[in-house]
Structure formats: C-alpha cells, structure tokens
C-alpha cells in the first residue's frame, strides 16, 4: 500500500485553496457591500454614492450600504479602505481631494495608485464660484469691488484644507490678489450650509453640489473655475474667460477598492458600475444634479490616477507650500 507523500499532501492542499479561493470569487459578491463616503453626509459624494450604490446592489443581487467617514480632507476614509481586505466587499467613492489635492499637499498614511485598485469612474463635475445672494454682488468685478470695501469681512467655505474649494479660492486669491479668508469645514454639505445662510460670503463648490441651490436664489454663480463651461449651465463663462487665469479645479469622482484586488472581482464590479452608470434614470439623476456621466475600464481609471498625482504635485511644489 502506498502513502501519500508530504509534498502531495501539501500540494492537494494547495490545490483545494485554490479552487476555493476561485469558487469564492465565482460566487462574489455573497453579502453585502460596504461604499465608504469620504465626507459628511447630504453633500455631493453623498449623493453620488447612494444614486450609483443602489443601483449597483441591483445589478450584483446583493445591498450596497453607503458609510459616511468625514474628516481630514477625506484621508480619514482614505486610509480606512486601504487597510482593508482586498475582497471587493469594501469599496471607496473617491474624488479630486482623496486621489489627487490632498496626497498632493502633505504626506498621508496612504498613497492614492500604490493602496488602491481602480474600479472605475463615476462623473466630472465643473467647479463653480458662487457667493451669497445677500451680499448683493453678481459678477466677478462686482466681488473684487466688495471685498476691497470689506477687507476684514470676505471669507470662502471650504470643505477643508487641501480640497478642491479650498485650492480653487487659494488660487483665486492668487490669481486676483483677492483676500479672502479661508474657513474650512467637515465636508461640503455644511460648507454649503453656512454659505447659504451668509456665514461665508464666497464657495467654490462642484456643480454637483451647487446646482439645486442655485434654483432657490440663496447663491449666485459668478463663473466656472475649470477649462470649459458647464453643460447645464452654457452662458456661465469660466474664471478663464472672465480674465481670471489659472484657476482650473474640475472636480471627478470614482470608486476604487483596496489594492491587489483580485482580477474577476474587479471585473465584476467594474461591470455593475458602468451598468449603473448606463441605466437612464441613474444618468438623469446625476445630470440633474449638474454632473456629467463619466465611465471607464480600471486601467483607464489607473492611467488617469497617476496623472493626477503628477498634476497636483507639480502645482504644490511650485506654489512652495500646502495650500
């Protein structure tokens, strides 16, 4: 009678795990989906989030439970989904801030290709110059003109520091020689908040998040702070155009999984989101929010990841300090 050998026995047993390790994924996703949220909830990735998340759960057959991690310019949330197990079960809906600004201007206990699969991208979404209706200004001439009569008194919302309403007002002081001053929140949704209610005189929020308020007349916009106009918005000028140069902050966002993703799993996911993406009450539902639809294969997202992290670091550095 012969014995099984020690180096069978090891490898039937690594030939079972990995026809487990397979069947696993076959079979992905069999519980629910964690969408982690970067900032607080009610403000444009909020939103986001929910509108593709639940669509996404439809197509894979399983919930999509969207998580709020505000705080620290989204490198709490950041880190958090980095340090998780790379099974596709917890996914992040990063944008400009998280993947491109903030890495950019301080170092963080992540990194924006290294710790992330892509899955795919989501929208694009201008940045717009808004200011509360309240102080009685309506073009950008016209808030130049009020802050030099309220030097003390001119202040933007951000949504933190080293996010794109934060770069895009130190870039516009830059650009004008404006002195406006920075007052920087927990997200967009309650930068927003204070705006309306004329805390803070001047925003630069995403379209996205800007664009239902603007139907109430609480906020007026002065202009697109990005290379093109907005296409809910076709007679608003950009900054450019208006004779502010250099203030270009176009605000994306997308989801992205914790690195070394398996294949398939990727695969799968990035199915679900563009199908989501596709659906026509989805893309109806972000383009009325003032966002553009935009998809891609995770290498594209990959590609388009590294160039950002080139961008943003070669504006930091020549800037000489963290915005």
């Given at each position: 009678?012969?014995?099984?050998?020690?180096?069978?026995?090891?490898?039937?047993?690594?030939?079972?795990?990995?026809?487990?390790?397979?069947?696993?994924?076959?079979?992905?996703?069999?519980?629910?989906?964690?969408?982690?949220?970067?900032?607080?909830?009610?403000?444009?990735?909020?939103?986001?989030?929910?509108?593709?998340?639940?669509k996404m759960g439809e197509l894979l057959g399983q919930t999509v439970i969207v998580v709020?991690?505000?705080?620290?310019?989204?490198?709490?949330?950041?880190?958090?989904?980095?340090?998780?197990?790379?099974?596709?079960?917890?996914?992040?809906?990063?944008?400009?801030?998280?993947?491109?600004?903030?890495?950019?201007?301080?170092?963080?206990?992540?990194?924006?290709?290294?710790?992330?699969?892509?899955?795919?991208?989501?929208?694009?979404?201008?940045?717009?110059?808004?200011?509360?209706?309240?102080?009685?200004?309506?073009d950008v001439a016209g808030l130049i003109k009020y802050g030099q009569a309220h030097p003390?008194?001119?202040?933007?919302?951000?949504?933190?520091?080293?996010?794109?309403?934060?770069?895009?007002?130190?870039?516009?002081n830059r650009a004008t020689g404006a002195a406006m001053l920075e007052i920087p929140y927990?997200?967009?949704?309650?930068?927003?908040?204070?705006?309306?209610?004329?805390?803070?005189?001047?925003?630069?929020?995403?379209?996205?998040?800007?664009?239902?308020?603007?139907?109430?007349?609480?906020?007026?916009?002065?202009?697109?702070?990005?290379?093109?106009?907005?296409?809910?918005?076709?007679?608003?000028?950009?900054?450019?155009?208006?004779?502010?140069?250099?203030?270009?902050?176009?605000?994306?966002?997308?989801?992205?999984?914790?690195?070394?993703?398996?294949?398939?799993?990727?695969?799968?996911?990035?199915?679900?989101?563009?199908?989501?993406?596709?659906?026509?009450?989805?893309?109806?539902?972000?383009?009325?929010?003032?966002?553009?639809?935009?998809?891609?294969?995770?290498?594209?997202?990959?590609?388009?990841?590294?160039?950002?992290?080139?961008?943003?670091?070669?504006?930091?550095?020549?800037?000489?300090?963290?915005?």
């Amino acid at each position: 009678m012969a014995f099984p050998t020690r180096s069978s026995i090891l490898g039937a047993a690594a030939l079972c795990l990995a026809l487990g390790g397979q069947a696993a994924q076959a079979q992905f996703p069999d519980r629910a989906i964690t969408m982690v949220v970067p900032t607080a909830a009610g403000g444009g990735n909020d939103t986001l989030a929910r509108v593709i998340g639940q669509k996404m759960g439809e197509l894979l057959g399983q919930t999509v439970i969207v998580v709020n991690k505000p705080g620290a310019q989204g490198a709490i949330a950041a880190d958090y989904v980095a340090r998780q197990p790379a099974d596709g079960y917890t996914l992040m809906l990063g944008y400009i801030g998280t993947h491109g600004i903030n890495p950019a201007l301080q170092k963080l206990n992540y990194d924006p290709v290294r710790d992330f699969t892509a899955i795919g991208m989501v929208a694009d979404s201008p940045t717009l110059m808004v200011v509360n209706s309240g102080i009685g200004v309506h073009d950008v001439a016209g808030l130049i003109k009020y802050g030099q009569a309220h030097p003390d008194g001119l202040s933007f919302a951000s949504a933190g520091p080293g996010t794109a309403p934060a770069v895009a007002g130190e870039l516009f002081n830059r650009a004008t020689g404006a002195a406006m001053l920075e007052i920087p929140y927990k997200g967009s949704a309650p930068a927003m908040t204070d705006t309306l209610a004329g805390v803070t005189q001047v925003m630069f929020p995403s379209l996205f998040s800007a664009y239902p308020h603007l139907k109430s007349g609480k906020i007026v916009a002065l202009g697109v702070a990005g290379a093109r106009r907005a296409k809910v918005l076709p007679d608003m000028p950009t900054l450019a155009e208006l004779g502010v140069k250099g203030v270009d902050v176009a605000q994306w966002y997308a989801v992205f999984a914790p690195a070394n993703a398996n294949a398939d799993v990727v695969a799968k996911l990035n199915t679900a989101l563009n199908g989501a993406l596709h659906d026509p009450a989805v893309a109806r539902k972000i383009d009325e929010q003032g966002a553009e639809v935009r998809t891609s294969t995770p290498g594209e997202l990959a590609a388009f990841v590294r160039d950002e992290a080139v961008k943003w670091k070669r504006l930091a550095t020549s800037m000489h300090a963290a915005l």
